[in-house]
C-alpha cells in the first residue's frame, strides 16, 4: 500500500508550505542511524519533513530541496491512518510510528513502518505493521522511541515494561528496570538510555548493559531518537 501521493506542483507547493509552517512540524531531517549497504539512495540534496496536526489521524509528509534541476518541493503525502500516533523515528531508509492504540475502537498498540524514497519519484510506502501485544493500548500515551542499528527501543507513561523490538526479524521483547513508566528515551547511535524516573537503563545492540539510579533525566544530549507527536 502506497501513501498519497500529489502530483499538482502547484498544490505540492501549498502542502510543503503548510508542512514546513503547521503546527507541531516533525523535521526528521537527519537519519537514526547510518543507512546499510542495501539501503536505496537518497537523494543527496533532498530532505523529507513529516507533520502531524493534533487530532488528526494522519501525518504529513512533503520532500524538497535540489533535485539536480533546481530547488522546490517535489512530492507530498500522508501515512495512515493511525489510531494514537504518539512518537516517529528514522532508523536509515526506514521511518516508524508508533501507535499506542485505542482502547474504545480495539485498536492494540503497534509499530507501523514505511520506507522513505526521496529520489526522482519522492514516496514513503507502507511495509508492515508489528503488534505490541505487551504494551496497554492508550488513545492519550506519551512515548519515546529510539534505536541502536537495527534494534528500537520504546516506552510510555502508561506502562512500566520497555518494549525492543528486532526490525530484522521482528521479534519483540520486553522487560522491566525499575518499576516506573517510562518518560524518556534516547541514543547516541551507540547506545540507548530509557528512563524511568530516577532510574535508567543502558543497552547497546547487545542488550541491557547496566541499571543505575540517576539525579533527574538521563539522556543523550545528541539524542538520535524519535520526535514525540502531540
Known amino acids: ?3 498519497t501521493v500529489t502530483s499538482n506542483p502547484l498544490l505540492r ?3 510543503a508550505m503548510t508542512s514546513l509552517a503547521g503546527l507541531a512540524c516533525l523535521c526528521v531531517l537527519t537519519p537514526v542511524l547510518a543507512a ?3 539501503a536505496p539512495a537518497r537523494g543527496p540534496g533532498l530532505f523529507t519533513v513529516y507533520n502531524h496536526l493534533a ?5 504529513n509528509w512533503t520532500t524538497c530541496g535540489d533535485n539536480g534541476s533546481g530547488m522546490g518541493c ?3 503525502g500522508q501515512i495512515g491512518p493511525f489510531a494514537h500516533a504518539c512518537a516517529i523515528v528514522r532508523m536509515a531508509d526506514l521511518v516508524v510510528v508508533v501507535d499506542s492504540g485505542d482502547p474504545a475502537s480495539a485498536v492494540g498498540a503497534a509499530l507501523v513502518i514505511y520506507r522513505e524514497s526521496n529520489g526522482t519519484a519522492p514516496s514513503v510506502d507502507f511495509l508492515r505493521r508489528i503488534a505490541l501485544d505487551g504494551l496497554p493500548a492508550s488513545s492519550t500515551a506519551k512515548c519515546w522511541a529510539a534505536a541502536v542499528r537495527n534494534q528500537l527501543y520504546l516506552g510510555t507513561d502508561q506502562s512500566v515494561r520497555y518494549h525492543a523490538i528486532n526490525l530484522a526479524n521482528d521479534r519483540v521483547t520486553s522487560g522491566e528496570i525499575c518499576g516506573n513508566p517510562t518518560d524518556n528515551v534516547s541514543s547516541d547511535g551507540e547506545y540507548v538510555v530509557v528512563q524511568q524516573g530516577n532510574c535508567a537503563g543502558y543497552f547497546s545492540r547487545g542488550g541491557l548493559q547496566i541499571t543505575n539510579g540517576t539525579y533527574g533525566k ?3 544530549p545528541n539524542a538520535n531518537a524519535s520526535v514525540p507527536i502531540p
Do not use: C, Q, T
Open 1 to 3: 500500500m502506497r501513501s
Open 13 to 15: 507547493a501549498r502542502l
Open 36 to 38: 546499510g549497504p542495501d
Open 55 to 59: 487530532g488528526e489521524s494522519r501525518i
Open 74 to 76: 517535489w512530492g507530498s
Open 218 to 220: 538521563a539522556f543523550f
